[in-house]
T-cell receptor
Framework: GAGVSQSPSNKVTEKGKDVELRCDPI?????LYWYRQRLGQGLEFLIY????????KSGLPSDRFSAERTGESVSTLTIQRTQQEDSAVYLC????????????FGPGTRLTVT | AQRVTQPEKLLSVFKGAPVELKCNYS??????LFWYVQYSRQRLQLLLR??SRESIKGFTADLNKGETSFHLKKPFAQEEDSAMYYC?????????????FGTGTRLLVSP
């Protein structure tokens, strides 16, 4: 079956604009994760969903970042008033249940803020 | 704080040579350790986890709690092993669900 998909694959936006990044998890996966990877750095955890609730939002860097999930399906990560330091690859992963061992990653969205 | 350190940004070896990708971690308690790999133009994927004690594509990794290390090893490198390798940990202190990643090591295997 299809893996985790993300859209868009690339996004260039002007500083101050809002952006929405989308993640389609593997069908049936109840857990969904967002990570961010800035150039030359490792992946940083942003937020975790179990179903449509987010028990762990500890990684969201500021209140400009928010995410939601519809049921056990699509998730959207929204960044408001983008800043240049938001430039990164945003990765989504999903798993059957909460836990790190079965996380399947999407291809990522490369966000560039000019 | 939980932290994963991969001291080498780039490791370059010849085909057939042994490979060791270093990973050290900082964690209070008993973590789960993982190695993830990303081949060129492919997505990040799980290579192996310490609790499985398995060998995948000839790679092994042993958790050394005394040295807080989880180095990835392969006795004879192949050109197709060229990729980015990330060490990661999870555990009770991280909420179990999320992974804490190192900055990655690029392995380049030359013919």
């Amino acid at each position: 079956g299809a893996g985790v998909s993300q859209s868009p694959s690339n996004k260039v936006t002007e500083k101050g604009k809002d952006v929405e990044l989308r993640c389609d998890p593997i069908s049936g996966h109840t857990a969904l994760y967002w990570y961010r990877q800035r150039l030359g750095q490792g992946l940083e955890f942003l937020i975790y969903f179990q179903g449509n609730s987010a028990p762990d939002k500890s990684g969201l860097p500021s209140d400009r970042f928010s995410a939601e999930r519809t049921g056990e399906s699509v998730s959207t990560l929204t960044i408001q008033r983008t800043q240049q330091e938001d430039s990164a690859v945003y990765l989504c992963a999903s798993s059957l249940a909460g836990g790190p061992s079965g996380q399947y990653f999407g291809p990522g969205t490369r966000l560039t803020v000019t | 704080a939980q932290r994963v350190t991969q001291p080498e940004k780039l490791l370059s070896v010849f085909k057939g040579a042994p490979v060791e990708l270093k990973c050290n971690y900082s964690y209070s308690g008993s973590p789960e350790l993982f190695w993830y790999v990303q081949y060129s133009r492919q997505r990040l994927q799980l290579l192996l986890r310490h609790i499985s004690r398995e060998s995948i594509k000839g790679f092994t990794a042993d958790l050394n709690k005394g040295e807080t290390s989880f180095h990835l090893k392969k006795p004879f490198a192949q050109e197709e092993d060229s990729a980015m390798y990330y060490c990661a940990l999870s555990g009770l202190n991280t909420g179990f669900q999320k992974l804490v990643f190192g900055t990655g090591t690029r392995l380049l295997v030359s013919p």
